[in-house]
């Protein structure tokens, strides 16, 4: 079996950054490609390999599969004993609810805080939707460190498909300096730590494409 995963830049696209490092931690092989969004030819080169023409896509062998969710779900079936969802019933349909709510929430807060990790951290104001998504985000780590985390510092105890899909939040929150209670602290520092993320964001350091609409103090840009 050859896996391949197809990215964006690692210092914008939150939406790669979730099955990468599922796959990290979980200890799967496969080969990368980067592909810089919203540069010239970017599109025409993500056509290649995924239909919807967003980012990331899985190549499993000759197969697309495209969506940070549906990816994770995959790399689930074809790799069960990997820890993708957690082991116990219960558990892993609440992981596959918050997930979800993830995929398909928080707008405020992609909004207003986009994920760039050269960013300087720094308190930055923010309207109340923001507040009110942080308050959401506080109480579903909160709930699921008390229910399901005794195991280890994540979500559900071990690091797994709930914890990628809310990895880049740990990053956001971090970055602008939001609040969210010590729980969900704890939590960030654990996420953040991971020698995956590390180097993820090592990575996205040395990367040279700016873009605009991602860089919140624009025109000031960390060199680059």
Request: with cysteine; charged share 20%; aromatic share 10%.
């Amino acid at each position: 079996m050859t896996l391949k995963l197809i990215i964006g830049n690692k210092n914008y696209s939150s939406w790669s950054l979730r099955p990468w490092i599922a796959m990290k931690v979980a200890g799967l092989a496969f080969d990368e490609l980067v592909i810089p969004l919203y540069e010239p030819g970017s599109r025409e080169q993500i056509l290649k390999y995924s239909p919807a023409g967003k980012l990331p896509v899985l190549i499993d062998d000759d197969q697309p599969i495209w969506e940070s969710l549906a990816i994770l779900e995959h790399l689930a079936e074809i790799f069960p004993k990997a820890g993708i969802w957690p082991a116990d019933a219960h558990a892993r349909s609440h992981a596959r609810v918050v997930a979800t709510e993830m995929h398909g929430g928080f707008q405020a807060l992609r909004k207003h805080c986009p994920i760039n990790l050269w960013l300087p951290v720094k308190r930055r104001p923010q309207p109340e939707e923001v507040h009110n998504d942080l308050r959401r985000i506080d109480a579903i780590w909160s709930d699921c460190r008390a229910r399901f985390g005794q195991s280890g510092p994540f979500l559900f105890g071990t690091f797994g498909a709930a914890d990628a899909m809310y990895a880049p939040v740990a990053a956001r929150i971090r970055t602008f300096d939001l609040d969210v209670g010590p729980v969900s602290r704890a939590y960030i520092g654990s996420v953040l730590a991971l020698p995956a993320f590390v180097e993820w964001r090592a990575a996205a350091l040395k990367e040279p494409w700016v873009m605009r609409h991602n860089e919140p103090d624009w025109p000031l840009v960390r060199g680059v």
